[in-house]
Nanobody
Framework: QVQVVESGGGLVQPGGSLRLSCVVSGLTLDRTVMGWFRRAPGKQREEVSC????????WHADSVKGRFTISKDNGKNTVYLQMNSLKPEDTAVYYC?????????????WGQGTQVTVSS
């Protein structure tokens, strides 16, 4: 059984930084792509970032490109999302999943989410 657990959310001021972590058990990261998604209040869930299982190539949504960085540590079976220059519009529940692409498809395993609030 695959389990995904996110952590690292919190309250941060605009312009600040946070690093989210996602620990995966039951599946090694060299066998799955990993994605970060978010759902802002009143909006649909959207994909934020994705990292390949094979060569570690990454993708980021235009809205976060240059500010967010996805990475992983295969030895720790952990995926990270480094978020810099945070904006109020980044406020959302952030989810980690063993999938990338369409945010409305539940074909992988998902965590419970971690709240990120950007506010002064």
């Amino acid at each position: 059984q695959v389990q995904v657990v996110e952590s690292g959310g919190g309250l941060v001021q605009p312009g600040g930084s946070l690093r989210l972590s996602c620990v995966v058990s039951g599946l090694t990261l060299d066998r799955t792509v990993m994605g970060w998604f978010r759902r802002a209040p009143g909006k649909q869930r959207e994909e934020v970032s994705c990292i390949s299982h094979s060569d570690g190539s990454t993708w980021h949504a235009d809205s976060v490109k240059g500010r967010f960085t996805i990475s992983k540590d295969n030895g720790k079976n952990t995926v990270y999302l480094q978020m810099n220059s945070l904006k109020p519009e980044d406020t959302a529940v952030y989810y980690c999943a063993t999938q990338c692409g369409d945010a409305e498809l539940n074909i992988g395993s998902w965590g419970q989410g971690t709240q990120v609030t950007v506010s002064s």
